[in-house]
């Protein structure tokens, strides 16, 4: 398939504050007064964990055809892949477009996912 998102996974590490490939903005914990607030870049594609999405792009939208879409709507989408919002978010495809996946260890097993890609 051409430009799919490339995956990069973070097991061992997963608390490892994640920046912006493309720019270096923190995009997850910059505040220290409110650890989950999100400051999204211009490259940020989604920001979201296994349960819903925290942030998503206009570019993302357009991409997985969720314009328009109401909040229930998109969530009944990913909800029907087989590996919820993370099987999900593999299917952008976007030039050079990368994905950091955060697993943190069992018995949690708890994910949080981050997509990237250049702007033209
Ligand atoms: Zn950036």
Known sequence: M???IQRTELKTFYYTPIHCPFC???VMGADPHDETRITACPHTLFIAHD???EYRSERLDRN??????????VEAKWLADTRGIDGFTDTVSLPDAIKVAA?????????SYYGFAPNE
């Open 64 to 73: 997985l055809a969720l314009d328009g879409m109401t909040e229930e709507e």
């Open 103 to 111: 697993y943190a260890p069992n018995p949690s097993a708890y994910g």
């Open 2 to 4: 051409p430009h799919l």
């Open 51 to 53: 349960t819903a999405f």
């Open 24 to 26: 270096g903005t923190r």
